[in-house]
């Protein structure tokens, strides 16, 4: 399976973004997807998740109420909507698909089996 992560760029504070993850030689139908960034310096830390229902999300605090994650299964791709964006924000975004689903493992990189290569995303203040 391969995802592939796009969407990335440049974008004024306040502006929104949305990212796509495409996945191909498999299905986001029985997995749950997720989305992590990372800044320079600094570890993966976990953005949101949705299970492969579409009907249970889950927001790491700091974006909650500002990024919405969605499916579509037709075309086999997640989204991510970020919305007011701030410079913080500023990191390389990656997808990444998972058989497991409960608050806590949905959050954990490693508990991820298949990853993208990642976009960066630059919020400028």
């Known amino acids: 399976v391969q995802l592939q992560a796009s969407g990335g760029g440049l974008v004024q504070a306040g502006g929104s973004r949305r990212l796509s993850c495409k996945v191909s030689?498999?299905?986001?139908?029985?997995?749950?997807m997720g989305w992590f960034r990372q800044a320079p310096g600094k570890e993966r830390e976990f953005v949101a998740a949705?299970?492969?229902?579409?009907?249970?999300?889950y927001y790491a605090n700091s974006v909650k109420g500002r990024f919405g994650i969605s499916g579509d299964n037709a075309k086999n791709t997640v989204y991510l909507q970020m919305n007011n964006l701030k410079p913080e924000d500023t990191a390389v975004y990656y997808c990444?698909?998972?058989?497991?689903?409960?608050?806590?493992?949905?959050?954990?990189?490693?508990?991820?089996?298949?990853w993208g290569q990642g976009t960066l995303v630059t919020v400028s203040s």
């Open positions: 949705i299970h492969w229902s579409g009907e249970s999300t």
């Open positions: 990444a698909q998972s058989s497991k689903w409960s608050y806590y493992s949905s959050r954990i990189p490693r508990e991820y089996d298949d």
């Open positions: 030689g498999g299905t986001i139908s029985s997995y749950v």
